[in-house]
């Protein structure tokens, strides 16, 4: 399984303020997917966000973005003007040429009002 | 709206019992996926099937096995359940196109073995 680490276990964020999650990987493959998931204590796992190793610009979708800095192996993932519903664990996935997607151990955002 | 369930929310089963775990999507998708989550460890792989009557092993298949007559429903089988297989069962489905393959989760089956 590839690796991925997700170096915060857990953070708190003010209301509406943007807030920054780590999540860096290991890989030789030149192409591959990059994906965030959002899970609330109700246990579903919500697609949040995609990038492609290939895809020239970084995946914005609402209020998610991704800073992908290749050479660096990592996918950021930017929260902007957190709202109470954006308190969730956070999980960064990486998924080769296989399908198959490896899981970071996830980070704990707490929206704080 | 993508849409996979999960037979049961939450399941309590005896050590020894066979255990099945469905898994329905409506999707069409051909790739299904079964993972266990763990405090502290993420999601971990223990099988995944392309296509019908297909399937490979994850990082821990041990214990477990799978079976996936028709393209919609993917089983997941504990022949003998043991305490340690405790967990957050969840499932997902996803097409095999890569660049489009995002992997749509159920709502997960919280299963207590005693």
């Known amino acids: 399984a590839q690796k991925i680490t997700q170096t915060q276990p857990g953070m708190f964020v003010q209301e509406k303020e943007a807030v920054t999650l780590d999540c860096t990987y290991d890989?030789?493959?030149?192409?591959?997917?990059l994906f965030w998931y959002k899970q609330p204590s109700s246990g579903e796992m919500i697609f949040l966000i995609y990038?492609?190793?290939?895809?020239?610009q970084n995946a914005t979708e609402g209020r998610y973005s991704l800073n992908f800095q290749k050479a660096r192996k990592s996918a950021n993932l930017v929260i902007s003007a957190s709202q109470l519903g954006d308190s969730a664990m956070y999980f960064c996935?990486?998924?080769?040429?296989?399908?198959?997607?490896?899981f970071g151990a996830g980070t704990t955002v707490t929206v704080r009002a | 709206d993508v849409k996979v369930t999960q037979s049961s929310r939450y399941l309590v089963k005896r050590t020894g019992e066979k255990v099945f775990l469905e898994c329905v999507q409506d999707?069409?998708?051909?790739?299904m996926f079964w993972y266990r989550q763990d405090p502290g460890l993420g999601l971990r792989l223990i099988y995944f099937?392309?296509?019908?009557?297909?399937?490979e092993k994850g990082d821990i298949p041990e214990g477990y096995s799978v079976s996936r007559e028709k393209k919609e429903r993917f089983s997941l089988i504990l022949e003998s359940a043991s305490t340690n297989q405790t967990s957050m069962y969840l499932c997902?489905?996803?097409?095999?196109?890569?660049?489009?393959?995002?992997?749509?989760f159920g709502p997960g089956t919280r299963l207590t073995v005693l």
């Open positions: 997902a489905s996803s097409s095999a196109s890569l660049g489009t393959d995002t992997q749509y």
């Open positions: 890989t030789s493959d030149p192409s591959y997917g």
């Open positions: 990038q492609g190793s290939y895809d020239q």
């Open positions: 996935a990486f998924r080769s040429n296989d399908y198959k997607l490896s």
């Open positions: 999707m069409d998708h051909e790739n």
């Open positions: 099937s392309y296509d019908v009557k297909m399937k």
